[in-house]
Structures are given as structure tokens and as C-alpha cells.
């Protein structure tokens, strides 16, 4: 039966939408889409309030280029910080996870929705959960975070299990939703008589055991550790055999793959949905790992498989390719991934941070020179597009060229040729474009910052990297494989990460994103004592910015001083500013431009506090 529908009034249209900026981070308990189409990806926000009309009409608040979609096919309604989507008699239908929707439903964060070749996929942070009597889903997220909650204080491990008996639809995040009701064969993993036989057979007193709305069992294990978790979920698919014998579980373990209740089971249930029938999987069986050459590139949130799977798809196209994305979300990784998986891969990958290019030097850098062009040109040398001829040109950070670099820029990808400054002939050469930003161009467009032309040029399609704070299921993979690499470098023994460090780092904010997260990851296996990664060897903005925990690292507030603590107010105004610069300067990867940025700093200023502070960008270990 279709879930019943809180229709709107027209005083409730919501007449636009809006995209949001790479790097803009949408506001507290709103809600935004990532849209996913055949050869571009965009984000779109939306209001607290309303119902948007979703398909290829021109009135359509969310418009789908697909053929697919039609005219007038969904309507998104938003109201008292909950997401519904309703069908509306569309003539191909959607999906919600992977399940065909029959009326409307509700949206989590994480939950895909997908029309024709679109995915949509919700984001944000939903409303905090009350607790109720059942143990339905509601009852089962709150008691998991009271866990969590016990867990972090207590230091004790807690795992999660995700049982289902049909393939789970792929998805992006949370807890699936009940479509059109749960076929007869899963009921009965949910009726009591499957919950008794569990209790008796397979589950402790202390075991919490709930249910999904898309109708899996979810079983809490408080005090287990991921291995004893994995043999209590095969004990307990044992005990459903009978009546379930294609039922399969996925295990996930806090803090290993999660810090918070959301995080977690979504960890679980992504884990579930990799297995075989009949087989039990713990959370390293839903990392996916891609060789790109020499590079490897790990992949545990689905939205980030999403998007490669769409690099996959424009790889093979000549088109030029957009990457947009905050400083170090992993822009490079996904330039390179185009041109790896291009027929262009045994071609030269040539990247240029046109940051670093002042006018003086583009024409030189990008299409080479002639001996005796300019004072200094010593020798012949072959431009950027030259070294890259046959393969890939990447153009990281484009939107930090000056409208003159941009005009000769335009000039060669409107006709393919270029001539070296002091030589009178045109060369060719034959190059793939793809560029990346962390610059909304539309607006920089619109500010005349940017060209419009060569917006349009550079964007035929566009991927949009999403940063790390919202990806929680790439955090705890990604510092184990840094702290391992940086430890092998070190010559070290093997290193743990303790829970409270796996908490610290789940609760930073990333400014900085992956490129921060290795950082911090080398500073912690060069400062470790001992075999265990604790938040004290983390780097101190880790621990003090926290993402919500407090000044102490741990939630808690910082001491106060004693009176012989104090020094001038000046010095520590000083020493902070010194300690943000060098900070930005490792997040932005020691290019000045990107630092200045990061902190709001004139880069002129910058520069010159550079000198004062004494600080080296090509050495940010100094103290």
C-alpha cells in the first residue's frame, strides 16, 4: 500500500532551486541533492520548506536532461525537517534504492533516488530522533546512538549487524525505506517467532535487535569486538535458515567503520549488500580499491563509487572534463582516473597548478619557447602542450588564471594550435583537457572574473568531488592506509588507531579534506609513542577544532590557566596566527595562493607575514 502524502498548498511552491558552490558547506539541518546524470554531477540545496517539481519541463524545479524523465515525473516535499518524494504517474517511474516506488516515501540521507540513467542522492543531516516504545527503526537509531554514546565514554568496542534476505538495492548511505510493502519471504525474518528463535539461539540479553522500514533485521552487539560480531551474525543466520535460507549479513564495528549511529549502519548495510547469500562480511569487504597505474585509489563511501563509476563512463569520451571540488577532496585522483581509463592512457598525464603561473611566464610555460625568445631562454623548450601531446593536459586550478592567460587559452583550444614565443611557425598538438576548481565558475562567470566561452569550453562535462566531511565511511579507511604508508616510511612496527584518536578524527571538520587527513596521519605516526595512536599524537588543530568536540579534544572544556600561565595578549595573537598559516600552508600543499585562501588572507599579506613568522612552505615541520 502507498504511504499516505502531506499534500502543500501553492502559498508552499518553491519556485527555484539553487547550486551550491564546491565550496560552500550547505547549513545545519538542510538538505541538498547530488545529482548524478550520464556525463556530469552538480549539487542542488533545498529549502527548509515547500515541494519542488522534478522532470524536463521547463517549469521543473530540479530539470533532468534524460530521456527518461518526464515532463512533470516527481515532486520533492519538505516540511518539518523531513524529505518525501512522490511519484507523479511518470511514464518510466523511479527508484528508491534500487526498489521501484509505488506512491510516495520518505528520504534519509543517503537514500538514492534514480530516473533513467539520474541518480539522485539525498544529503544532509536529518532531525534528531526521539525515542519511542518499539524497537522499530525510530527506537533502533536512538538506542545505537546511546551505545555509541557508552562505547565512547567506557572505551568499550560495539559492533552492528545488518541482516537481509533478498539483494539489498544498491544505495548511498543510511537505512533503506519501505517501498510497497516487504515481500512475504523477508516478513519472515521479522515475525516474533524469527525474534524468539534469534533471542534463544543466537543473541544475549544485552543484543539489541530492531528493524529497518525497508524490513532487514539490525542487531546491536554491545561489547563485541568486529571478529566475535561476524561469528555471533553467523550464529544468528543459522537460527533463520530454516525459513530464511537465502538471508546474509554485514557487520560493521565501531569505531573501526563508524562514530555515530548514521555512519555506522550505513557501514553495515553496504557491507550487506556485498556478500553472497548465506555469508557474513565485516567492513573491509565494502572497500574498493582501484589501480590507476602506480596510483590506488580506496574507495569506501558509495556517492564517491557513484562518481567514479561516472569517469568510468567519460573516460572513453574526447570531451573536455570539469572537477570541482574543495582543496585536496581528491581532484587530481579524479583527473588522472579520465585519463587512465581513456585510450589515451599510454599518452603523457601532464598537470600544471595554474596557481603558481604568473602572466609573465604563461605564454613560455604552456606553449614553450625558442632559444634567445627572452633574456634567460638559454636552450629551446617544449610547452605544456607539447609535453602532453598524444595524451592528457591537467589544468589544476583553472579558475586562479587571469583574464589574460584565459583569452590565450581559449585561442588554442578554438583552433588546436599554438605558437612557441620566438618561433614564427604554428604547431599542433593532440590533447585531452580536464581541469579542476575550487571556484564556482558560474558565479565567477557572472562576476567577470572568469570567461564565459572558455566556461563553456572546459565543462562539457562535469564531476563534482564531494569534500570528506560528507563522506564519514572514507574517514577511518583513509587513516588507516595513510598512518600505514607513513609508518612503512618511518621503518615503524605496525600502529593501532586508538577509539578515542578514530572518534577525534570523525569529529574534525577537514578543512583541508583528504590532503589534511594525510597530513595529520604523518604527523601521528611520526609522533606516536609506542604501538597505539592516541589523540594526543595528533596534530593540535585535529584535536582542538574537533568538528564538534570541544577545546580539549574530547568534548570536554580546557582547563583554566594559572595565573602564571598568562603571557601578553599580542604574543598570542602572534603565535596563533603564525600556527593558521602554517596549518593552511599544509592543507593547500605548501602553494602560498591556496593558503591565503584558506584562512582569508591577502596573499600579498600573506607573503609577507611569510617572512615575519619565517616560515618556509617547502618545510612545514618547523616549529
Known amino acids: 500500500m502507498a504511504e499516505s502524502v502531506v499534500m502543500l498548498g501553492p502559498q508552499d511552491r518553491v519556485k527555484t532551486t539553487h547550486s551550491l558552490a564546491a565550496d560552500q558547506q550547505p547549513e545545519p539541518d538542510t538538505f541538498h541533492f547530488m545529482v548524478v546524470e550520464q556525463t556530469s554531477s552538480r549539487i542542488v540545496g533545498l529549502p527548509p520548506a515547500g ?16 530521456p527518461a524523465t518526464s515532463r512533470r515525473h516527481a515532486k520533492v516535499m519538505l516540511q518539518g525537517g523531513t524529505v518525501r518524494i512522490m511519484d507523479l504517474d511518470s511514464r518510466n517511474g523511479l527508484r528508491v534504492n534500487g526498489a521501484p516506488l509505488d506512491g510516495a516515501c520518505a528520504l534519509v540521507p543517503g537514500d538514492v533516488v534514480s530516473i533513467g540513467e539520474v541518480s539522485l542522492i539525498l544529503r544532509g543531516r536529518p ?17 545505537l546512538a546511546h551505545e555509541i554514546e557508552r562505547g565512547i565514554e567506557y572505551a568499550r568496542p560495539l559492533c552492528v549487524a545488518f541482516i537481509a534476505e533478498r539483494p539489498i538495492p ?17 516478513a519472515s525474518l521479522l515475525d516474533d517467532a524469527a525474534v524468539a528463535a534469534l533471542r534463544e539461539r543466537a543473541i544475549r540479553a544485552v543484543d539489541i535487535v530492531g528493524r529497518t522500514a525497508g524490513g532487514e533485521l539490525c542487531i546491536v552487539f554491545p561489547e563485541l569486538e568486529a571478529d566475535e560480531a561476524r561469528a555471533a551474525a553467523a550464529l544468528a543466520l543459522e537460527s533463520l535458515a530454516a525459513r530464511s535460507p537465502g538471508a546474509r549479513a554485514g557487520v560493521a564495528a565501531y569505531p573501526a567503520d563508524g562514530c555515530d549511529a548514521e555512519t555506522l549502519l550505513a557501514a553495515a548495510r553496504d557491507t550487506c549488500r556485498a556478500t553472497e547469500p548465506g555469508g557474513v562480511a565485516g567492513g573491509a569487504d565494502r572497500v574498493r580499491s582501484l589501480a590507476l597505474g602506480d596510483r590506488v585509489v580506496v574507495l569506501a563511501d558509495p556517492a564517491m563509487m557513484k562518481l567514479f563509476s561516472l569517469i568510468e563512463r567519460l573516460a572513453d569520451a574526447h570531451l573536455p572534463v570539469l572537477v570541482v571540488g574543495e582543496t585536496g577532496a581528491g581532484k587530481e585522483h579524479a583527473a588522472f582516473a579520465v585519463h587512465h581509463g581513456s585510450s589515451r592512457r599510454a599518452g603523457p598525464f601532464v598537470c600544471v597548478n595554474c596557481a603558481a603561473i604568473p602572466d609573465t611566464l604563461f605564454e613560455s610555460e604552456f606553449f614553450g619557447h625558442q632559444k634567445g625568445a627572452f633574456s634567460g631562454a638559454h636552450a629551446a623548450q617544449a610547452g605544456l602542450f607539447e609535453r602532453a601531446d598524444g595524451g592528457t593536459l591537467f589544468l589544476d586550478e583553472v579558475g586562479e588564471l587571469s583574464l589574460f592567460a584565459q583569452a590565450k587559452l581559449l585561442r588554442v583550444l578554438e583552433n588546436g ?13 593532440d590533447v585531452r583537457l580536464v581541469a579542476a576548481t575550487n571556484r564556482d565558475l558560474a558565479a565567477e562567470v557572472k562576476a567577470r572574473r572568469f570567461r564565459e566561452d572558455l566556461f563553456y569550453r572546459l565543462s562539457s562535462a562535469v564531476v563534482m568531488i564531494p569534500p570528506l566531511r560528507e563522506r564519514p565511511a572514507d574517514i577511518p579507511v583513509l587513516a588507516r592506509r595513510f598512518l600505514a604508508s607513513a609508518r612503512e616510511r618511518a621503518g615503524k612496527a605496525l600502529l593501532a588507531i586508538a577509539p578515542a584518536t578514530m572518534l577525534a578524527l570523525s569529529r574534525h571538520g577537514w578543512p583541508g579534506n583528504v590532503r589534511e587527513l594525510r597530513n595529520a596521519m604523518e604527523y601521528a605516526a611520526a609522533s606516536v609513542h609506542g604501538g597505539v595512536v592516541e589523540p594526543s599524537s595528533l596534530p593540535p588543530a585535529v584535536t582542538r577544532g574537533g568538528g564538534g568536540a570541544g577545546a580539549g579534544g574530547d568534548g570536554s572544556a580546557p582547563a583554566p590557566l594559572r595565573a602564571d600561565e598568562f603571557r601578553p595578549l599580542a604574543d598570542e ?42 616560515l618556509d612552505p617547502g618545510r612545514l615541520d618547523d616549529g
Open 51 to 66: 515541494f519542488l517539481l522534478v522532470g524536463r519541463s521547463p517549469e521543473a524545479d530540479i530539470y533532468l536532461d534524460d
Open 127 to 143: 532531525k534528531p530522533r526521539h525515542a519511542r516504545a518499539l524497537l522499530d527503526e525510530e527506537a533502533l537509531m536512538d538506542r
Open 170 to 186: 544498491e544505495r548511498s548511505g543510511v537505512h533503506a525505506r519501505a517501498r510497497a510493502g516487504s515481500s512475504p519471504a523477508l
Open 417 to 429: 594550435r599554438f605558437t612557441r614565443l620566438g618561433e614564427p611557425r604554428e604547431r599542433e598538438a
Open 573 to 614: 595573537i602572534q603565535a596563533l596566527e603564525r600556527q593558521r598559516m602554517r596549518e593552511a600552508l599544509a592543507a593547500a600543499g605548501g602553494v602560498r595562493v591556496r593558503a591565503a585562501h584558506l584562512i582569508a588572507m591577502p596573499e600579498r599579506t600573506f607573503r609577507l607575514k611569510l617572512r615575519q613568522h619565517g
